[in-house]
């Protein structure tokens, strides 16, 4: 079964720094990977994904990340951080073998932004 | 309106009742999934439906049931609620396929629930 480990519960980052949420996934052929966000007292919602072509997707408000398969990696990355940018981020990833696409999620980073 | 509804967005109930959390959704997507949010675990797979007629346990299943009464509903049942139940839980969709809006999951608000 797949696993996926978030390597930070928590990130405290000040304002307009850059910020790296880390996300490692257990080895696997064929994978979908995806970063959701969740704000307070909200449900998730998509910030980017990667499905195939280039390794390096773009996401919404100004977030990006990087598929890396020989490290099996897909780390989330912002060049300057805004205190809306405060909220629990979920790495998730899709087994692709077997056909059922059921995403895993991580446990999730904590990103606080101090002004 | 919502694409993805969940009620009751709130529920405070006690140690043996029955407990029905429903979910209807407009996207009109055919997988539909609920999760569970406990601090620090993330999100964990209770049951998921790719239709109408196929239910399909997850990670977590003992302790609940599900229901597909319709393509655009889907409600989580807990027959005897125990307190470490007591979680916040996510109704999902997604549509199947390999087109690039597939398998990207579209979420509700949340229904918290705590057991007594």
Not at chain 1, 29 to 53: I, T
Not at chain 2, 37 to 58: A, E, T
Request: glycine content about 8%; aromatic content about 12%; some cysteine.
């Amino acid at each position: 079964a797949q696993s996926v480990t978030q390597l930070d519960s928590q990130v405290p980052v000040f304002e307009e720094a850059p910020v790296e949420l880390r996300c490692n996934y257990s080895s696997s052929v064929s994978v979908y990977l995806f970063w959701y966000v969740q704000y307070p007292n909200q449900g998730l919602q998509l910030l980017l994904k990667y499905l195939s072509g280039s390794t390096l997707v773009k996401g919404i408000n100004g977030f990006e990340a990087e598929f890396n398969k020989s490290q099996t990696s897909f780390h989330l990355r912002k060049p300057s951080v805004h205190i809306s940018d405060t909220a629990e981020y979920f790495c998730a990833v899709s087994d692709l073998t077997g056909g059922s696409y059921i995403p895993t999620f991580g446990r999730g980073t904590s990103l606080i932004v101090h002004p | 309106d919502a694409d993805v509804t969940q009620t009751p967005r709130n529920r405070i109930t006690k140690t043996g009742k029955r407990i029905m959390l429903e979910c209807s959704q407009t996207k009109g997507h055919d997988r539909m999934y609920w999760y569970r949010q406990d601090p620090g675990l993330g999100l964990r797979l209770i049951y998921y439906s790719f239709d109408v007629k196929d239910i399909n346990k997850g990670e977590i299943s003992d302790g609940y049931s599900v229901s597909r009464q319709a393509q655009a509903k889907f409600s989580l049942s807990l027959e005897s609620a125990i307190p470490n139940q007591t979680a916040l839980y996510f109704c999902a969709t997604s549509k199947t396929g390999v087109a690039s809006g597939a398998n990207v999951l579209t979420f509700g608000a949340g229904s918290r629930l705590t057991v007594l």
